[in-house]
């Protein structure tokens, strides 16, 4: 029994995954909506969000969790690798998934829930987990592949002619993405004869000036680009999101895009070489066009939920920032701003809900008065956005003043100009919908009482507020902990020696009846640079420190010095 | 076309069921190390079912069929996961497979493993999600050409 739990804990890895899917599937055979149904789903959604927990514990301990499927060792098989970085986002989703399930079973009739809409929100959950904690490039690939077809089911779930003709713009880009991906993933199989991370980052770790290198890393930005929804690239993204009910537009907003995000930060830390210039400024220009040419859409719509989508398409801008200045600081601040953001923009879409629930309509003409019957969605709302906004004692605060700073400090004047301009305008748009739906007297339009699952919806939104809150408030161990995930993604030696140089705990070779191990025999036809992984790491070391081309780019940035640097001003 | 009830089409069908059936339990078990196996074998045994609901109509075959294509599915995936989890209760990585190589007297070599429960998974999920999907453009169809 030990020994089972033992090696369970082992393999704890995929069991996030693992337990998001098979729910899924048992939802598919077990098709009557009905309470014990919803509770066996939010049960299993507390699951993963208590195992994602644990794995954040388990790699601030060991900074890298690592696991080789079916015993192949790392190079030849399929390989799961969470960092910290990777453990972070997969808590923060596990929880958005829990609080949208808990919410949509406030909102939703049983008898009009479609059976497969729980199913499929647990299989995007799955694809999602897998893209956090892959390590490989075709496995990130299937996984972007299950959490699109996943996400073009739940668009499509009502199949009436607006749903349907929303969606096809979606699934046109993302068809073309996912195509660009494999070819992407082709290429690199191409040159590099492997597809595993750690792999290419051993080999690549001295061509950082290698235009072929820079060639593939700037398209796989533009195939993950295409999915975070860069600046030419987003017109797909509001018209899909806000046809969809709150609770799956708050999860699709809330993770969708920082999936891209999530790629485009592993190719340019874990994978290629640091110090690859070009793209980071190039990532630069782009970012300024997302945060400015988004946020002033967004003033011009007259529509809540589209408000809340050009703002989350601005705000992956702000993610775009952090990784063009591509300092530790910059990047510490961008992964605080990524888990802000995730949990800020998926309560404002919950509270839009609320709105609708109250107001019975999301256009900012028809809305108002909601201040003086329901303070309360009022405070939620000013609180998130507030946040949104970046004002100080909020969340989103620190990690756009980390990528403020950070921009200053580098020079990069044309960025903090675009920062803080979209920030206001972020402001600015936020303070349109708190006038126009809150403050605003409408004498045409009457709140009743509060309807049907009102109080369930509004005490789950209020714990997401409650969270991110906290985040804003006693953000030191959120920034220690973006801070070592930093660290863990810029420290490239350590993931290659922990894949390539895996120290099992499992049993590892699987040996047939005739003595001969499966392994031995494939190992031969393998090129010798896999022979001695751990030989080649420390040559590699020394490379990477000529080849780095940052400012100061020390191995560890402490805690204190992130904390110095919010302090200075 | 497929409202018109074709004698041609229902004998055919009924004729080479047998045949494409047994051929694709060939595929299956030929899988492992040559080509074959569950993915392949599934789309052979998804043929002469659409051909029967093409020719018998979906509500027969799905009577015949006894469980829906989609629980099909969703089982075929439960147990290719199963198998795929089973060894992480044992001190072995998710995924990990055991091969058994034996000799048995008249038939020859046997060389069977684990692997074959996962492949009768992906089967399961092939022929259900195939024949869910052609069903549906059947009903469709149908459905359209009555009224």
Redesign the interface.
Same mark, same amino acid.
């Given at each position: 029994m030990i020994?089972?739990l033992?090696? $369970?804990i082992?393999?704890i890895v995929?069991l996030p995954f693992?337990i998001a899917?098979?729910t899924g599937?048992?939802g598919?055979?077990w098709r009557r909506p009905c309470t014990s149904r919803r509770l066996f789903f939010s049960i299993s959604a507390a699951i993963q969000m208590v195992l994602a927990w644990y794995l954040i514990f388990l790699t601030h301990k060991v900074k890298i969790l690592f696991?080789? $499927?079916?015993?192949w060792k790392a190079p030849f098989g399929i390989s799961?690798a969470i960092d910290v970085f990777g453990s972070l986002l997969i808590g923060v989703t596990t929880m958005l998934s829990l609080f949208a399930i808990l919410y949509l079973f406030a909102t939703t009739k049983k008898d009009k829930e479609n059976f497969l809409l729980l199913p499929l929100i647990q299989f995007m959950i799955a694809g999602i987990v897998l893209s956090f904690s892959t390590g490989d490039f075709f496995n990130l690939f299937v996984s972007f592949e299950i959490f699109l077809i996943a996400s073009y089911g739940l668009l499509t779930l009502k199949s009436d002619e607006k749903s349907i003709k929303n969606t096809f713009p979606y699934l046109g880009v993302n068809v073309i993405g996912g195509t660009l991906f494999v070819l992407g993933a082709s290429f690199i199989y191409g040159m590099f004869g492997t597809l595993n991370f750690a792999d290419i980052s051993a080999q690549t770790s001295n061509l950082s000036q290698d235009p072929k290198l820079i060639l593939i890393a700037s398209y796989l930005v533009l195939v993950f680009g295409i999915k975070a929804g860069f600046f030419p690239l987003f017109y797909w993204l509001p018209r899909s999101y806000s046809c969809l009910p709150p609770p799956l537009a708050a999860l699709f907003a809330g993770l969708l895009t920082k999936v891209g995000i999530y790629a485009i930060i592993r190719t340019l830390t874990t994978i290629f070489p640091l110090g690859l210039v070009s793209i980071y400024s190039a990532i630069g220009y782009l970012s300024i066009f997302t945060m400015v040419i988004a946020i002033i859409i967004s003033l011009s719509r007259t529509n809540i939920r589209e408000i809340l989508c050009y703002n989350l398409i601005s705000h992956i801008g702000f993610l775009m920032a952090s990784i063009a200045i591509f300092s530790p600081i910059s990047l510490t601040g961008g992964i605080f701003y990524m888990m802000h953001h995730m949990v800020v923009i998926a309560s404002l879409f919950l509270i839009s809900g609320l709105i609708v629930q109250l107001t019975k309509t999301d256009v900012l003409q028809n809305a108002g008065n909601v201040w003086k019957t329901h303070g309360f969605v009022g405070l939620l709302f000013l609180i998130q956005a507030l946040s949104l906004a970046g004002l100080p004692p909020f969340s989103g605060f620190w990690g756009k003043f980390l990528i403020l700073r950070e921009a200053i400090r580098f020079d990069q004047l044309s960025l903090a100009i675009a920062i803080v301009l979209a920030s206001i305008l972020t402001l600015l748009s936020m303070i349109r919908i708190w006038f126009h739906v809150f403050l605003k007297k409408n004498e045409s339009l009457k709140i009743g009482p509060s309807p049907k699952g009102f109080k369930r919806s509004t005490t789950v939104v209020s714990i997401l507020v409650l969270f991110s809150l906290a985040m804003g408030v006693f953000s030191n161990p959120f920034i220690n902990a973006s801070n070592k995930a930093m660290t863990g993604l810029l420290n490239k030696t350590s993931y290659e020696n922990k894949v390539l140089v895996y120290e099992q705990t499992?049993?590892?070779i699987?040996v047939?009846?005739?003595g001969h191990s499966?392994q031995s025999s494939e190992k031969k036809q393998v090129s010798p640079i896999h022979s001695h992984p751990g030989q080649q790491k420390t040559k590699n070391g020394h490379h990477k420190n000529e080849n780095y081309q940052l400012k100061s780019i020390p191995n560890t940035v402490s805690k204190k010095e992130v904390l110095d640097g919010t302090s200075v001003h | 076309m497929i409202n018109t009830k074709s004698h041609i089409l229902e004998s055919v069908s009924r004729l080479i069921f047998l045949f494409i059936i047994i051929f694709s339990i060939y595929l299956f078990l030929k899988g492992h190390n040559e080509p074959g196996g569950g993915f392949i074998a599934g789309i052979a045994a998804s043929i002469p079912l659409i051909l029967l609901a093409m020719s018998l109509g979906v509500p027969t075959v799905q009577r015949v069929l006894k469980i829906d294509s989609?629980?099909l599915?969703?089982?075929g995936?439960?147990l290719a996961?199963g198998t795929s989890?089973i060894p992480?209760?044992?001190?072995?990585?998710?995924?990990?497979?055991?091969?058994?190589?034996?000799h048995i007297p008249i038939l020859g070599e046997l060389h069977i493993g684990t692997p074959v429960l996962f492949d009768l998974g992906v089967f399961m999920v092939v022929v259900g999600v195939s024949t869910k999907i052609i069903f549906s453009f059947l009903e469709t169809v149908n459905s359209k050409e009555k009224g």
């Open positions: 020994h089972m033992q090696s $369970l082992d393999n995929v693992f899917l098979v599937l048992v598919i055979i696991l080789p $499927l079916g015993a799961i499992l049993k590892m699987p047939d009846k005739n499966k | 989609l629980s599915a969703a089982t995936l439960i996961y989890f992480t209760l044992l001190g072995y990585p998710f995924l990990f497979q055991k091969m058994i190589h034996t």
